[in-house]
């Protein structure tokens, strides 16, 4: 699976379950280096950068969780924001009598890969950086509650929210570690990280399990080593590097795997899984069947695609938007929902995996409304909609118009992905049965994402990253303060006041009761559910395939990668 991810990919609620773990025979430990390189395939793209405060793909995302170090961790076992996860600073946290004031501890024995330490001005510099308004990133939307950051000393953060947050750890979290002293000297104002400043894709100072080697467009990122990494039980990072290689599509990746040229495969495409569960079960390799960390969705584009504009204006009012001329009509898009068959999609590009969702939540997420059951295919009621908004047939093509114009939709997504290629011409004829045209727009991934930040695109449909802990992510997805276009995810221009309103309340409510704030939940993901700017396809469970020579290799319900600095293979 390739596709958009938040900082932080967290699956919650349903263990892994391992199909088959070869027998290792107990051995010596292997030293610092002495494992074989950990090689892996994207076919996502090239990179854009290795600077944690500007990813805004799945490729970089992926590189730059190798390279930097975390503010605050994860738990692997719960995907709870937790003190003392191993390659993370905070230590503990406390929020004061006031609500709004948390303070965090941090550790004081990491350092760079230059040698030296990491301090809280590292996170202060982040955040500076972010909140400058000088960057193109949508980390600017996760910590749009925060009022202030300062660091009193070198182990102390405080963060002082305008409101009492429930989410506050959670938004914190996600506030970049990036080398202060080496950022200043390569990037003189923060304005220079967006132009074509050679650190951005070379970064000299780094402080995770790896430290990067090189960058060669259209073939790989290689990592090697980090000498000064400690942060495991071992001591010592025990694989010599960590290769991000590049392949065209799927297809090759899953022949480089059983060629043995790449140690695993995040995601097994579905027109495979039954023979993989059949090799793995002779012994070939080990395959672990894992919940999704998110959805494919179909995003509506509800602006206009040739004049996109932000949601909000400086003083913080709604922009109403130019209305797409096709998709701004919500009848429109709710005939879309009905003439999609997702049970001929299963079948046909998702070999029966998919699992349908109502609900703008995983289902596994604490706050997933449940009551919300997946748009029904019913073709009869999309041409009825379709009636009702004037689009009809009526030079006999088979193609709807409505005052000269064809009803016609351009679906942009990514190449390279079966399940994405089978689907999107699955939806191509689906579509057309209702009087519907759709073109396919399949490009290579970066472009796609240039495309979906733009905001010029009519339907985009993408593998969508979120988190199960943490339901603000509607917010970021959805809401006005996210709808930048270039840089922000609320790419649909979706807004609706009570769903604005309700996902503040939630977040906010006095004593966080988890009761009282599904409830708010819920109805937004009502309101979501009826003013439809989405058709969610579908989340699935993912074989994750891993090559039996892997040791210490031990995939926990919301991370597969948790221990990668144990990772060896002699």
């Known amino acids: 699976m390739s596709g958009i991810r938040f900082n932080r990919w967290l699956v919650l609620g349903v263990a892994a379950v391992t199909l088959l773990v070869a027998p290792v025979m107990a051995q010596e430990p292997l030293g610092f280096g002495e494992g074989q390189p950990i090689v892996v395939g994207n076919f996502g793209g090239d990179i854009t950068t290795t600077n944690p405060l500007l990813v805004a793909d799945g490729a970089s995302s992926d590189v730059v969780a190798r390279l930097f170090p975390l503010f605050i961790g994860i738990n692997p ?10 390659n993370s600073l905070a230590t503990g946290w406390e929020l004061g009598e006031d609500g709004v004031t948390l303070t965090v501890t941090l550790r004081d024995d990491l350092i760079w890969s230059d040698g030296t330490p990491i301090t809280s001005a590292d996170i202060q510099y982040a955040y500076d950086a972010i909140a400058s308004g000088e960057l193109d990133t949508q980390l600017a939307s996760y910590l749009a509650t925060v009022e202030s950051l300062t660091t ?25 570690v990036v080398p202060s002293a080496y950022y200043a000297s390569v990037y003189p104002t923060y304005a220079d990280m967006t132009t074509d400043n050679p650190a951005n894709l070379d970064p000299a100072v780094t402080a995770s399990a790896f430290k990067f080697s090189n960058f060669r467009a259209g073939e790989q990122v290689t990592l090697i080593a980090n000498e000064n990494y400690s942060d495991n039980p071992e001591g010592h990072t025990v694989a010599e590097g960590y290769v991000y290689k590049n392949v065209t599509d799927q297809i090759l990746e899953v022949e480089q795997f059983l060629a043995g040229q790449l140690t695993l ?9 039954q023979e993989f569960e059949d090799r793995a079960a002779a012994g070939e390799f080990q ?12 995003l509506f584009n509800t602006a206009n695609p040739a004049n996109p504009q932000n949601g909000l204006d400086e003083a913080g009012e709604v922009i109403e938007q130019e209305p797409h001329p096709i998709l701004g009509d919500l009848a429109v898009r709710e005939a879309l929902t009905h003439a999609i068959d997702h049970a001929s999609l299963n079948e046909g590009a998702f070999a029966g995996t998919g699992i349908p969702v109502g609900g703008a939540l995983l289902p596994q997420s604490w706050a997933y409304n ?14 009825s909609l379709l009636e009702g908004a004037g689009w009809v047939d009526s030079d006999g093509d088979g193609i709807r118009e409505k005052d000269g114009v064809k009803l016609t939709l351009a679906l942009t997504t990514f190449t390279g992905n079966p399940s994405i290629d089978a689907s999107a011409i699955l939806m191509q004829d689906q579509l057309k049965q209702v009087g519907i045209e759709l073109t396919l727009d399949i490009i290579e991934f970066g472009p796609m994402i ?3 930040l733009g905001q010029n695109y ?8 979120v988190s199960s802990n943490a339901p603000q992510d509607m917010y970021d997805m959805l809401s006005a303060e996210a709808d930048l276009p270039g840089s922000g995810f609320g790419a649909t221009s979706f807004y609706n006041e009570e769903f604005e309103t309700l996902m503040k309340e939630a977040r906010a409510l006095p004593g966080c009761d988890s009761a009282a704030r599904k409830a708010l939940y819920d109805r937004a993901q009502e309101i979501v559910y009826n003013e439809v700017p989405w058709y969610l396809v579908n989340t699935s469970i993912v074989p994750v395939a891993v090559t039996n020579g892997l040791e210490n290799f031990d995939p926990r319900a919301n991370s597969t990668y948790w221990n990668l600095p144990s990772w060896s293979i002699r």
């Open 265 to 273: 495969i995040a995601s097994v495409p579905e027109d495979r899984q």
């Open 77 to 86: 076992d719960t995907g709870l924001e937790t003190p003392g996860v191993p």
């Open 450 to 452: 240039d495309k979906l």
């Open 287 to 298: 395959l672990n069947l894992r919940p999704a960390g998110g959805w494919q969705v179909l």
């Open 458 to 465: 009519d339907l985009l449909m993408v593998f969508w990253g």
């Open 370 to 383: 449940e009551n919300l059951a997946p748009y029904a295919f019913d073709p009869e009621l999309a041409a």
């Open 152 to 176: 009193p000393d070198a182990t102390t953060v405080v963060i002082t929210f305008a409101a009492p947050d429930c989410a506050a750890v959670t938004a914190i979290s996600n506030i970049p």
